[in-house]
């Protein structure tokens, strides 16, 4: 019940109790201090809402008063004793309730649309709430509190942070407000200051491939400085995105071979590979760059024979020290203890290049339109074709001398089996990068 039509029959409940007090002529029966018993401040057990019902007939009722970002609003009420009836009206709307029991300080209602009974407390002094304004900043609910998001580039940001008391007896002071950082791991939060009900900070730019978080407490204080309420809000900056792309083989022959991966590093972080134990690994720079300011490597891990009756998985982690990673997983046949159940052959191919650096590369130029014979393979057990690249592949001396094995289907098959780049210097400081890609069409039986 933590809309606005709880909220009347909550108040239409506080007052048919005190319709059940009142005298048949529809006097208030007032106590010792000449205000009605159900005239008070009162927090709902299950919510934790507060409400207020004023001696002159208006009331104040505040949702969600334990989070952030609460939702205040004004009513007026009329009540009967005889009908024990309950007339609440806000902003045009008009609402009729009865049904309601008053113990001293507990008042239980139910509420027969739901079938539910809840339990109010009256309140001995003001009740506090901390309010945020999630009308003028950017919020988004996560983790059960509001998020505060902001761009990856930072900068300067501030919010609207207050704290109001709710009473039903004139009270014209407010809470004194804290504010101070509660969690903050990658130190995101930079100089920050709480004024005129403003907290205004500096984010500096995220260069982490991870959204930052960090959390500012509110706490407020009565003029006694008891803390009376605190509330968490979350400071969310998006990443600067992944910078790093791993592009490699999803599959491996039984009798094993080189994985070659493709690392493109878009900046010059540094890059930590995990590989599976015992695999002899190498890492080389490439010749191309594929990102303006990067860095292009290559990847290999030998793989060895599998010469079991089940299949085998080798699972290999990049991981940047600014939070990129990509873990690559590689499956691998089995030759049930030495028969792979495959059947092998050769066919005639040729090499086309594609791409515009076609007119300034002479690697490209010179393999465009190459005939080749190249080996395949077809696996009973898995019912896969696969490919061996020739000569013109980036490591024809993968799998004992046939070259990277590249997955195939029965009849034509046009697979990239190398790229490149060209860089043109011809037309000024800032060169001209002309990129290709190398095809092997091959037909399988």
Same mark, same amino acid.
């Given at each position: ?9 909550? @108040?239409?409940?506080? @007052?048919?109790?005190? /319709? ?6 529809? #006097?208030? $029966? ?64 008009? =609402? ?23 339990? @109010? ?15 003028? %900043? ?9 998020? *505060?998001?902001? =761009? ?25 407000? #804290? ?8 130190? *995101? ?128 982690? /990049? ?12 499956? $691998? ?31 490209? $130029? ?40 590249? =997955?195939?289907?029965?009849?034509? %098959? ?25 095809? @092997? ?5």
């Amino acid at each position: 019940m933590k809309y606005r039509r709880f909220f009347y029959m909550t @108040l239409l409940a506080m @007052l048919c109790t005190w /319709f059940a007090a009142c005298s048949s002529d529809d #006097e208030t $029966q007032s106590d010792d201090k000449g205000t009605n018993s159900l005239v008070g401040t009162w927090i709902m057990s299950e919510t934790n809402d507060i409400y207020v019902l004023k001696e002159n007939g208006s009331g104040i009722g505040c949702e969600d008063a334990e989070n952030a970002v609460v939702d205040t609003w004004f009513f007026n009420y009329t009540y009967s004793d005889k009908s024990r009836t309950v007339t609440m009206e806000s902003n045009g709307d008009t =609402d009729i309730f009865t049904g309601v029991e008053i113990n001293g300080k507990t008042m239980t209602i139910f509420d027969e649309d739901d079938g539910d009974k809840y339990t @109010l407390i009256k309140q001995d002094k003001p009740v506090a709430a901390i309010i945020v304004d999630n009308e003028v %900043n950017d919020f988004d609910s996560r983790y059960g509190r509001i998020c *505060m998001i902001i =761009d990856k580039e930072g900068g300067s940001y501030n919010m609207s942070i207050k704290a109001q008391y709710y009473w039903h007896e004139s009270n014209d002071e407010s809470p004194r407000l #804290e504010i101070s950082k509660y969690a903050d791991n990658d130190n *995101m939060i930079g100089n920050y200051s709480y004024k005129n009900g403003y907290f205004t900070f500096s984010v500096e730019a995220n260069s982490k491939a991870y959204d930052r978080i960090a959390t500012i407490a509110a706490t407020a204080f009565d003029h006694d400085n008891n803390k009376l309420r605190t509330v968490y809000v979350d400071i969310c900056q998006q990443s600067a995105g992944n910078s790093l792309e791993v592009e490699g083989p999803s599959t491996m022959s039984a009798y094993g071979g080189t994985a070659i991966f493709y690392v493109y590093n878009k900046d010059h972080n540094n890059i930590t590979a995990y590989h599976p134990s015992g695999q002899v690994v190498k890492w080389q720079s490439s010749s191309t760059v594929k990102y303006i300011g990067g860095e292009d490597w290559t990847f290999s891990a030998q793989i060895p024979a599998n010469y079991t009756s089940e299949y085998k998985t080798f699972e290999y982690k /990049f991981v940047k020290d600014d939070g990129s990673s990509i873990t690559r997983t590689i499956r $691998q046949d089995y030759t049930s203890g030495g028969s792979t159940g495959e059947t092998t052959g050769k066919v005639n191919g040729y090499i086309k290049v594609i791409g515009p650096g076609l007119d300034y590369s002479s690697y490209a $130029q010179l393999i465009d339109g190459q005939t080749c014979t190249v080996d395949y393979t077809y696996n009973k057990s898995t019912g896969k074709y696969y490919v061996y690249g020739g000569p013109y592949c980036s490591s024809p001396s993968a799998n004992g001398g046939k070259g990277l094995r590249f =997955d195939a289907q029965k009849g034509y %098959n046009s697979i990239c089996i190398n790229r490149g780049a060209y860089f043109d210097y011809s037309y000024g400081i800032t060169p001209i990068k002309y990129n290709w890609e190398a095809y @092997l069409k091959v037909t399988l039986p």
